[in-house]
Every structure is written in structure tokens, then in C-alpha cells.
């Protein structure tokens, strides 16, 4: 709840990581296997899916710090979004222009978790780093129960092509709330925003958050 109330967006937005990120982790072979893809298609499309986040984390990250960074999270969603939605479109064979859609939504995608811990290190005080580095392991972790659960039973009812489908839903929800939280609150003033720093798709339980330092004590 403390969290929730010192930042909406990197609340969600780290339970919306987690999600779409173990269901690209843990379903993405099923759905290229499932779509008739062979080895080489399979372990393309993880590989396409996940790298690209290496290349794309730092660049939008420090983009990030000259700008909202909740402007950059509602590009991003939406972008990747509009990826899923191509690649749900082609995903019926390994082409070229499937596997570029696939390498927008997973830079994309996997990118999204570290500039949520930075917006809500924007937020913090240093007395509440440990605390919600412990909240954000257990929204990224619970985000990463749900999203694969709710994804394989849409594949189930629905069939590979609602592996998409369901992460697109997913996206375009992230992007609405972040434009809603957007719209309610002011940006923090690009002197108190701490600098960004790349950060895995979870946070280690030393209560340190992405960025090197918190901004200093309220008066």
C-alpha cells in the first residue's frame, strides 16, 4: 500500500513487467512450437525475443531522464503493443517481417521493468529504498504468477494465436493507466529524478533499488 501511494505507475508497472515477462519466458517456446515453428524457429524466436532488450534498456533509459518518463512508458506500450499486434498477424510462419515485429515487442517489452523502478526511485526518500525494494520483488513476483496462468488458459480456450492476443490486452492496458496517472499528477522536475541504471527483471533483496542514490531527505 505504501508503495501504491508513493507511485501508482511503478507499482503496476512492475507487476505488469513481471507478467509479461515470465509469460514471454515461460510461454513463448509453447506458442512458437505450438504455431508449427521447428527448433531452429523456436530458439530464433526466443532469441529475437530477448536480446534486443540489451540494446534498447540504456538508450530509452536516458532518454528517460530528460524527459516524463511516463511519456517514454506510454511510447513504449504502445509500440509494443502495436509489435504484438503485427506479429499475431504474420505469426503464422517464421518470415522476416514476423521476426522484426517479434524484436519490437521483446526490446520493448523486457525494457519496461527497469525504467518502472526508476520512475518510482524518482519517488523515494532514502529511508524508503529497503522497504520498497522488497515490495517491488513481491508485485514482480506476483505479476510473474499471474500473467503466465491467465495467458495459458486464454492459449487453451483460444490457441497459440492468443499468446499475443492476451500481451497486446496487456500493453494497451499498462498504456491506458499510465496516460490516466499521467493526466492526474505533474512530472517530477528533471533535478529530482535519479539517474537511470539497468536493472534485470527483478531487483536483488539488498534493498537497493536501479538508481545509485535516492534524491536527498524532504526538508
Not at 516524463?68 to 509489435?83: C, E, G, K, N
Not at 510462419?93 to 525504467?115: D, K, M, N, Q, R
Not at 505479476?143 to 487453451?156: D, E, K, N, R
Request: contains cysteine; positive net charge.
Amino acid at each position: 500500500r505504501e508503495l501504491f501511494a508513493v507511485s501508482p505507475l511503478g507499482a503496476v508497472g512492475v507487476a505488469f513487467s513481471g507478467a509479461v515477462s515470465a509469460t514471454l519466458f515461460s510461454l513463448g517456446p509453447v506458442y512458437a512450437a505450438r504455431s508449427g515453428f521447428m527448433a531452429t524457429g523456436v530458439s530464433t524466436f526466443m532469441a529475437l525475443s530477448i536480446l534486443p532488450a540489451i540494446a534498447l534498456q540504456l538508450p530509452l533509459g536516458r532518454y528517460s531522464d530528460r524527459i516524463d518518463r511516463r511519456t517514454v512508458l506510454i511510447a513504449m506500450a504502445v509500440a509494443a503493443a502495436t509489435a504484438g499486434s503485427a506479429a499475431l498477424v504474420l505469426g503464422h510462419e517464421a518470415s522476416i517481417p514476423f521476426f522484426g515485429a517479434v524484436v519490437v515487442y521483446g526490446g520493448l517489452s523486457l525494457t519496461t521493468y527497469a525504467l518502472c523502478v526508476s520512475h518510482i526511485n524518482d519517488h523515494l526518500q532514502p529511508d524508503q529504498m529497503v522497504a520498497a525494494s522488497g515490495s517491488i520483488i513481491l508485485l514482480n513476483g506476483l505479476g510473474a504468477i499471474v500473467g503466465p496462468l491467465l495467458v495459458s488458459a486464454t492459449m487453451q480456450l483460444a490457441g497459440p494465436a492468443a499468446y499475443f492476443g492476451s500481451t497486446v490486452i496487456l500493453h494497451l492496458g499498462f498504456a491506458f493507466f499510465a496516460t490516466w496517472r499521467k493526466a492526474r499528477t505533474p512530472a517530477v522536475p528533471s533535478e529530482e529524478k535519479a539517474r537511470f541504471v539497468s536493472a534485470p527483471p527483478q531487483v536483488a533483496p539488498t534493498g537497493r533499488l536501479a538508481a545509485p542514490q535516492a534524491k536527498p531527505p524532504a526538508e
